[in-house]
T-cell receptor, first 113, second 111 residues
Framework: DSGVTQTPKHLITATGQRVTLRCSPR?????VYWYQQSLDQGLQFLIQYYNGEERAKGNILERFSAQQFPDLHSELNLSSLELGDSALYFC????????????FGPGTRLTVT | ELKVEQNPLFLSMQEGKNYTIYCNYSTTSDRLYWYRQDPGKSLESLFV?????AVKQEGRLMASLDTKARLSTLHITAAVHDLSATYFC???????????FGTGTSLTVIP
């Protein structure tokens, strides 16, 4: 158990809908990272937050957004969902903003039908 | 954009044998990570390599980094079934803020 929690574990929704994925980092970790894993695209870095501020953006679509709240939990919002958005979404956390080690959560499996 | 290539993509090996997984990346990087992923599970951090010539070992796995060749290797010694998993390398750019993953190597160790 990495100490990073993600909810929900599974999510099934229809195209065009909007969903929110939630991540709670390990106690004391200030950074949260979001990743997408799919068969087509592999593992892709989406976005990083550090202590409430966006720090880095990867291959995140404009339909996706994220934020980190004062209690350091983070949410990833996915809107206007398409079939191709079906994937595993992981969050990870680290103590600092330039991580020596990231700790990954169990993931949320999103299925868009 | 930084590119990360791993090979082989699939590796089937017998117990007790040695093998190496290769990870090449396209531009200067700040650090190199190796992860393990079991089927249906999350990623587990194995190694972080920070400098040229860095070598780290844990059990039957040893990782090394050659920044001049932009190459990292993950060497498996005397493989056992428990090592069956998918192994990913990942590279961060020089800012340390962007992360790029390899395609993964699916390792199956056959008794």
């Amino acid at each position: 158990d990495s100490g990073v929690t993600q909810t929900p574990k599974h999510l099934i929704t229809a195209t065009g809908q909007r969903v929110t994925l939630r991540c709670s980092p390990r106690s004391g970790d200030l950074s949260v990272y979001w990743y997408q894993q799919s068969l087509d695209q592999g593992l892709q870095f989406l976005i990083q937050y550090y202590n409430g501020e966006e720090r880095a953006k990867g291959n995140i679509l404009e339909r996706f957004s994220a934020q980190q709240f004062p209690d350091l939990h983070s949410e990833l919002n996915l809107s206007s969902l398409e079939l191709g958005d079906s994937a595993l979404y992981f969050c990870a956390s680290s103590v600092g903003g330039n991580p020596y080690e990231q700790y990954f959560g169990p993931g949320t499996r999103l299925t868009v039908t | 954009e930084l590119k990360v290539e791993q090979n082989p993509l699939f590796l089937s090996m017998q117990e007790g044998k040695n093998y190496t997984i290769y990870c090449n990346y396209s531009t200067t990087s700040d650090r190199l990570y190796w992860y393990r992923q079991d089927p249906g599970k999350s990623l587990e951090s194995l190694f972080v390599l920070l400098s040229n010539g860095a070598v780290k070992q844990e059990g039957r796995l040893m990782a090394s980094l050659d920044t001049k060749a932009r190459l990292s290797t993950l060497h498996i010694t005397a493989a056992v079934h428990d090592l069956s998993a998918t192994y990913f390398c990942a590279v961060s750019d020089t800012t340390g803020n962007q992360f790029y993953f390899g395609t993964g190597t699916s390792l199956t160790v056959i008794p």
